[in-house]
């Protein structure tokens, strides 16, 4: 009988990093064909910053649906109700934001992405009571909960700001680009990308590092046990819920600031955006995800730079194809 | 034997169903009006649509966001080959022989891509591809007319000019276009029979024990991504006959009409409200819904203008009749939640009194 040494170490499970690689291949192999440098730079650039916003968006959706297997159709409206709360925000100071220092900007930012992020938070406590505990465990009945979630909160958002479209000037010192050399970087994707950063940082910290994440990693992989031992996972998981919600009104705010604009479609739109994400990641895998929305960007970016009449659909193009190389996604956390 | 041993079960529900489909049989007779004639047929179409949709969604379990891209496909193919080689039959034929098989291999695709894994996954696969279709239709325009879609013209035969009886003989002008409205009722009609026939096969009692356990029914030894394929191919075509049958009443194909992703919500009301797992909660839900739709939202709308006069604040918002949807996501919402049976389940198992 063998005896393994207390101070052994535990065996490593094996690192799959093939999808890591994944963006930088597909990055590299896009080089040749664009031909010029610097718009390969700036292309790139551009889909880092949108993979990050997307990111942010659906990295709520997957640890929901890993955490405790509910797959919200209504997402994106914490999307909107977040670009829209922002504009509260953002439009009465105007003038803070057309102030060209970058103090000032970002003082006018700061309380308008967290109270966006505080609104949808309370809303996602609101649908999680109202919307999805009733049906737990019951996937048709939380599609058709979450669907109908959606219509009426796109639809109260008309009523209450009117159909039209609300636009949202970035900030005067986040407007234009550095250049360096040849390459211009819009400066608002820097700021996109460090925050997606920071997000994607913070995530990883938390589910790695501290025990509430041990136990949400717990609970995705086997939700019965961790019960079993004794958490609570219900108020877990309610916390993750409006976490991955206010996660989702801060990505509504970027994305709205990205487009300069605001209107009560963009949950709807982004929807079907963050799914694919998600699919493509494995639902329930935050890295997966993180790989996910930068391949989205990037296929969307050069997609639209090289073919634009693909771009309609090189989406769905992607997901198929990484179906076909892996059925549950790049990395398949649940066994479900 | 018509109705496939699949009776009503419950009195109220076959008064109920007489009642509509003698009403919608007489229509033209009783209701000659342009308005009166548009609720019948929709009743008629959306009824056979929303029962090609329970077959999913009530008998097998699987949500489809889908379901209209099908019902777009089959108006799309009448409407671009009626438009490009002129009001024939040889045209209608064409559409069909191109629409329905197109819109059989699209769901064969699909079904064999995404419904190996799970309900979940299913729908969400319906969802982007559903959504990138509506994109293509609204971009090509070259084929599809982009967003303002295709205007044809009929043939000869079902052109409202036509007058088949003059009014002198029954007191009532048959034209092309009562002929047109007895095509569509007929083949609708037949396609839920059929429809009641498939899901009362012992293909359909497979489809049912899927929905219940769908881990047992595979150890039970059936093919369960086979029948649920085949299952989706099936609604998928009778929802593009669906969509054919509504191009020839609107003559007109466009993305509002026959694509958004409204009328999918329309559908899955429809579905919940008539009861899902029973084909005849189709009908009663069609029936009902377009009803309401059709006559409640004049109502709101005065009751919006109403409330707007006497200076209410956001009542008047909130009941502008473009803000329907708001409250039929509140209803649906609320009959998921309440009523998961739907009337038909009602009325079959009435809720027993609390002792």
């Known amino acids: ?336 | 034997m018509i109705l496939s041993g699949d009776p009503p079960r419950s009195r109220v529900l076959s008064i109920i169903l007489i009642v509509i489909i003698a009403a919608l049989a007489v229509a033209p007779l009783l209701f000659p009006g342009a308005k009166a004639m548009n609720v019948a047929t929709k009743i008629c179409i959306f009824a056979a649509l929303v029962a090609s949709y329970d077959l999913l969604l009530g008998y097998t379990g699987s949500v489809s966001f889908a379901h209209t891209m099908f019902y777009g496909i089959g108006s799309y193919s009448i409407a671009i080959a009626l438009y490009s080689m002129g009001p024939s039959w040889a045209a209608v034929a064409t559409g069909v022989v191109i629409g329905l098989p197109l819109a059989m291999l699209l769901a064969l695709a699909i079904g064999l891509f995404s419904l190996r894994v799970e309900a979940i996954f299913f729908a969400m696969i319906t969802l982007a591809v559903a959504s990138a279709f509506l994109v293509l239709a609204s971009q090509l325009s070259w084929l599809t007319g982009g967003e303002d879609g295709r205007s044809f013209q009929l043939p000869e035969l079902l052109r409202p000019g036509t007058v088949l009886i003059p009014k002198n003989w029954l007191g009532l002008e048959v034209n092309g276009r009562v002929l047109t409205y007895y095509v569509i009722f007929i083949a609708s009609a037949l396609m839920i029979l059929a429809l009641l026939r498939v899901v009362n096969s012992p293909f359909g009692r497979v489809l049912q024990a899927i929905r219940e356990n769908r881990f047992r029914a595979e150890a039970l030894g059936f093919r369960t991504v086979f029948h649920l394929t085949y299952a989706n191919c099936l609604a998928a075509t009778v929802a593009a006959s669906a969509g054919m049958l509504n191009a020839l009443w609107l003559r007109y194909a466009g993305p509002d009409t026959s694509l958004s992703f409204a009328i999918m919500l329309d559908i899955l009301l429809m579905v919940v409200i008539g009861g899902m797992g029973t084909i005849y909660g189709a009908i009663i839900g069609a029936a009902i819904f377009i009803l309401a739709q059709n006559y409640l939202q004049a109502l709101m709308g005065a009751v919006s203008s109403a409330a707007a006069d006497a200076g209410l604040p956001l009542l008047p918002g909130l009941l502008h009749p473009d803000r329907w949807l708001l409250w039929l996501g509140l209803l649906f919402i609320a009959s998921v939640y309440f009523f998961p049976t739907g009337v038909v389940g009602r009325l079959r198992n009435p809720p027993r009194p609390q002792p």
């Open chain 1, 1 to 336: 009988m063998s005896e393994l040494a207390a101070t052994a170490a535990l065996p490593k499970p094996k690192r799959d990093l093939l999808p890591v690689l994944l963006p930088a291949i597909l990055a590299l192999m896009m080089l040749p064909l664009i031909g010029s440098p610097s718009s390969w730079v700036t292309l790139t650039v551009a889909s880092f910053a949108m993979g990050m916003m997307i990111f942010i968006m659906a990295s709520g959706l997957t640890l929901v649906f890993g955490l405790m297997d509910v797959l919200n159709f209504g997402h994106g409206a914490f999307i909107a109700v977040g670009a829209y709360v922002a504009t509260l925000v953002l439009l009465p100071l105007a003038s803070w934001v057309q102030a060209d220092s970058l103090l000032t900007n970002l003082a006018v930012l700061a309380p308008a992405a967290v109270l966006a992020m505080a609104v949808s938070g309370a809303l996602g406590l609101v649908v999680e009571r109202v919307l999805i505990l009733p049906v737990y465990g019951q996937h048709l009945k939380q599609i058709l909960m979450t669907t109908g979630g959606l219509i009426v909160a796109e639809q109260a958002l008309y009523a209450l700001w009117g159909p039209q479209i609300i636009p949202l000037p970035l900030p005067t010192s986040l407007r234009g680009s550095f250049i360096i050399g040849d390459v211009a970087i819009a400066k608002y994707r820097l700021l996109a990308m460090l925050v997606g950063l920071v997000v994607f940082a913070a995530i990883q910290l938390v589910l790695n590092r501290t025990k509430i994440g041990l136990l949400i990693r717990a609970g995705v992989e086997n939700r019965e046990m961790v019960e079993a031992l004794g958490y609570r996972i219900r108020r877990l998981f309610l916390g993750v819920f409006m976490v991955g919600s206010g996660l989702a009104g801060l990505g509504g705010v970027m994305w709205a600031l990205y487009r300069e604009q605001v209107h009560a479609s963009m949950g709807n739109d982004l929807t079907v955006l963050v799914f694919i994400v998600v699919i493509i990641g494995g639902l329930g895998s935050i890295g997966g995800c993180f790989i996910g929305a930068l391949l989205v960007a990037m296929v969307a970016n050069y997609g639209g730079f090289l073919v634009p009449k693909l771009a309609l659909v090189s989406n769905i193009l992607l997901m198929v194809a990484i179906l076909m190389w892996r059925p549950r996604g790049l990395y398949a956390v649940t066994s479900r």
